[in-house]
């Protein structure tokens, strides 16, 4: 069995830093779990966070188009740092309506993949493991349909409980990590 320092790359010893990886993943479980508990709230902060990063994407286009204004291109990257900003202005107005609307893609995403994967798996028949990834396509359909069962109200917490959910699997992982390369 592999030592956790023969497997990592960067030469960092984490034997050392075991003691920070755990407090960190601890920080992520207990953060998630806060999370948990006020999806709403965070799908709210993370759809102001994503306008701040589209109006700030837009201006760093609109710096770059004055400073290469004899651009062949510098009508579309005009046009572009426009739809930036304009978007980023809109999410920022109406953050609810811009998860909404995102969470509903969101779940045309999952169906697609979910549907996908099903076809994988069926051309993957006479190989190994084929029934994970049909398993993995019937889950992906069935939460997307369940986000889209509940939209619009589902865009008020999806993207809140995925945050959440997500800080909290970082953080187990961590933890697992931490402990894994304890010596």
């Given at each position: 069995?592999?030592?956790?320092?023969?497997?990592n790359p960067?030469?960092?010893?984490?034997?050392?830093?075991?003691?920070?990886?755990?407090?960190?993943?601890?920080?992520?479980?207990?953060?998630?779990?806060?999370?948990?508990?006020?999806?709403?709230?965070?799908?709210?902060?993370?759809?102001?966070?994503?306008?701040?990063?589209?109006?700030?994407?837009?201006?760093?286009?609109?710096?770059?188009?004055?400073?290469?204004?004899?651009?062949?291109?510098?009508?579309?990257?005009?046009?572009?740092?426009?739809?930036?900003?304009?978007?980023?202005?809109?999410?920022?107005?109406?953050?609810?309506?811009?998860?909404?609307?995102?969470?509903?893609?969101?779940?045309g995403v999952?169906?697609?993949?979910?549907?996908?994967?099903?076809?994988?798996?069926?051309?993957?028949?006479?190989?190994?493991?084929?029934?994970?990834?049909?398993?993995?396509?019937?889950?992906?359909?069935?939460l997307g349909?369940?986000?889209?069962?509940?939209?619009?109200?589902?865009?008020?917490?999806?993207?809140?409980?995925?945050?959440?959910?997500?800080?909290?699997?970082?953080?187990?992982?961590?933890?697992?990590?931490?402990?894994?390369?304890?010596?």
């Open positions: 069995m592999a030592k956790t320092k023969e497997i960067t030469g960092i010893d984490l034997n050392r830093n075991w003691g920070w990886i755990l407090g960190l993943g601890i920080l992520f479980v207990i953060l998630g779990c806060i999370g948990l508990g006020m999806v709403v709230g965070l799908t709210l902060v993370s759809m102001i966070f994503f306008a701040a990063l589209l109006i700030v994407a837009g201006i760093t286009h609109v710096v770059d188009v004055f400073k290469h204004r004899e651009w062949k291109g510098i009508i579309w990257q005009s046009l572009i740092a426009i739809l930036y900003i304009v978007a980023g202005c809109v999410v920022f107005y109406d953050p609810f309506l811009a998860s909404t609307l995102i969470t509903a893609a969101l779940a999952l169906i697609v993949i979910g549907l996908t994967r099903i076809l994988m798996a069926f051309s993957l028949k006479d190989s190994k493991g084929w029934l994970w990834l049909l398993l993995a396509g019937i889950t992906a359909i069935i349909m369940l986000i889209l069962m509940h939209w619009p109200i589902s865009g008020l917490w999806v993207i809140g409980l995925f945050i959440a959910i997500e800080m909290i699997v970082t953080g187990w992982t961590y933890i697992f990590i931490a402990f894994a390369s304890r010596t």
